[in-house]
């Protein structure tokens, strides 16, 4: 096999965090033949989707952010979604990425050309392109889940889901009824509920929550980390190390997380009155299991009186409210569906065929796997960014964002440097890696007796790192040539 010897072609899909952030550092390491399809009409992934009122990030942005495009000047530990939003816009100019860019553009397709050793993608309008590399930043977290609720499409009022934010709904003095209690909602309803007549939560499971540490920078300390990058670096270490320890308390250490219970009981009782508002809001599962949410006005919001929590099952959805199991019919003019997302179908509904025209949807009919959550056997030079088994259940996936970048970079280094056409990660080291990896999650919080996005119905955790996000760091430096099936040029 030939290959001109130019500079490897790399094909991006998306433009999110870590579709920017990959485009900045193949571009740092002299590789500029990149294009990024985007099917959205802007760059910003879930910070240009999501703009629900009171979207803030849930990590403190000195570590939610690109270690090396570090913004001094953030107006609060936790900004909000337009804040984080600008900034992804302000990377793409800085590092002249528009040009590379292009948005609008979904991908239907790929096709692996082995006699060519390229991949060969395919747009929804019809386009046709070629690159080395074909590697997908599309999230896990892109498509929402709309809930198989029956009647759901009758609903005479407006319905739209917390990722899809309908703007033009005037939610003043209407009566709202909202699905899920999860990371979305615990940001949205606390913004709603003052506005409505009545909002009606309907809670499934909930939650562990943990106040938020919030607070604005003050401009000399924006003027300080801007002077003394160091002192920043600092920040976000310190921040770092939090998370870690988190994450200590959801694996090895689990004595910890009861302590946290603990906490979270006492802190039920002082702020909430209402016994019965009390019993719904105390998960029956181990902290962690689930995400654990970070509020501070989540308990005064429910303790309002123009807000009820509901915990008996949906039934159906009628023209003009919501029908419980128990026969209530809750009346509604606005639903409001905070219902997640499809998270579990990673690169879907994207066809991705490898290596002897292979699926990848088929070989992942089981639940999604890959090496190290970047590479699948059979699929050479495709590598996923956020891909199976590298979300957290505590910590920045940026930071994760930026091991995965550093692996992509060095693999298309290793192309351009040596007679490597392509690399296909050897089927017995992803097998291993995986077996080695469920063992250690079957004992983690994770299958500690909740429902959560993280793992599918047969128990499999397919979306979460067992470990540090260190460990993640240290496995994720370079591509080992000798786990990869290596295809020469002539
Ligand atoms: P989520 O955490 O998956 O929560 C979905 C909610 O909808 C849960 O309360 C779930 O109940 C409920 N639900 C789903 N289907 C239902 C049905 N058929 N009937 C009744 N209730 C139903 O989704 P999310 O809140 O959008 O958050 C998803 C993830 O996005 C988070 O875990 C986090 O990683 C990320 N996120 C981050 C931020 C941030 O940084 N600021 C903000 C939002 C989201 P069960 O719990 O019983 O399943």
Redesign the pocket.
């Known amino acids: 096999m030939s290959r001109p010897e130019t500079s490897p072609t790399v094909c991006i899909v998306g433009a999110g965090f870590g579709g920017i952030g990959l485009a900045i550092r193949l571009k740092d390491a002299g590789f500029d033949a990149i294009t990024i399809l985007e099917k959205g009409g802007d760059v910003g992934g879930v910070w240009r989707d999501n703009t629900y009122p009171g ?5 403190p942005s000195h570590l939610y952010s690109l270690s090396f495009e570090p913004k001094h000047d953030w107006s609060r530990r936790f900004p909000q979604r337009a804040e984080i939003h600008a900034y992804l816009r302000e990377c793409v100019d800085r590092y002249g990425l528009r040009g590379r860019l292009r948005l609008g553009t979904e991908v239907e397709g790929a096709d692996f050309d082995e006699a060519r050793g390229r991949w060969l993608i395919r747009t929804t309008d019809g386009d046709e392109l070629e690159a080395d590399f074909l590697v997908s930043a599309t999230g896990q ?1 892109s498509r929402p ?1 709309y ?1 198989a ?1 029956p009647g759901l499409e009758d609903f005479a009022g407006p319905c739209f889901h ?1 990722a899809r934010w309908n703007h033009d709904v005037d939610l003043a003095g209407k009566r709202v009824a909202a ?7 615990v ?1 949205y309803i606390p913004e709603v509920a003052p506005e409505a007549d009545h909002l009606t939560l ?4 909930p939650n562990w929550v943990i106040p938020k540490p919030d607070r604005p920078y003050r401009r000399w300390q924006q003027r300080l980390f801007a002077r003394f990058p160091r002192l920043q670096a600092a920040s976000r270490m310190l921040v770092w190390l939090r998370f870690e320890f988190f994450i200590l308390a959801f694996s090895r250490f689990r004595p910890l997380g009861r302590l946290y219970e603990r906490g979270y009981r006492r802190r039920v009782e002082r702020e909430i009155a209402d016994p019965e508002l009390r019993d719904k809001l105390i998960p029956d599962y181990p902290l962690g299991c ?2 654990v949410l970070i509020s501070n006005d989540w308990f005064s919001t429910l303790e309002r009186p123009n807000v009820s929590v509901v915990t008996e099952p ?1 039934a159906a959805v009628r023209s003009h409210g919501v029908l419980t199991a128990d026969g209530t019919e809750h009346p509604a003019d606005v639903l409001i569906l ?4 499809t998270a579990k179908d990673f690169l879907a509904p994207m066809a991705i065929r490898g290596r002897d025209g292979r699926d990848l949807n088929e070989a992942w009919r089981e639940g999604a796997e890959a090496y190290l959550g970047l590479t699948v056997s059979g699929f050479p030079n495709l590598f996923m960014l956020y891909g199976p088994n590298t979300n957290l259940g505590a910590g920045s996936i940026v930071y994760m964002l930026e091991s995965q970048i550093q692996y992509v970079v060095e693999a298309v280094r290793t192309l351009a440097r040596t007679r490597v056409a392509f690399m296909d990660v050897r089927p017995e080291v992803q097998s291993k890696f995986n077996e080695d990896i469920q063992t250690r999650l079957a004992d983690s919080v994770w299958t500690g007796g909740c ?1 959560s ?1 993280y793992v599918t119905e047969s128990g499999k955790v397919t979306n979460n790192w067992p470990g540090f996000t260190s460990e993640y760091r240290r496995r994720t430096r370079r591509p080992e040539l000798g786990d990869f099936r290596l295809a020469t040029r002539r």
């Open positions: 979207l803030t990030c849930d990590v977290l889940h809930p609720i917390s699905v899920g209690a999860g990371a979305s909602a940001q309907f809670q499934r499971s689930k995400r949906i905070g219902t997640g997302f429902t996005w």
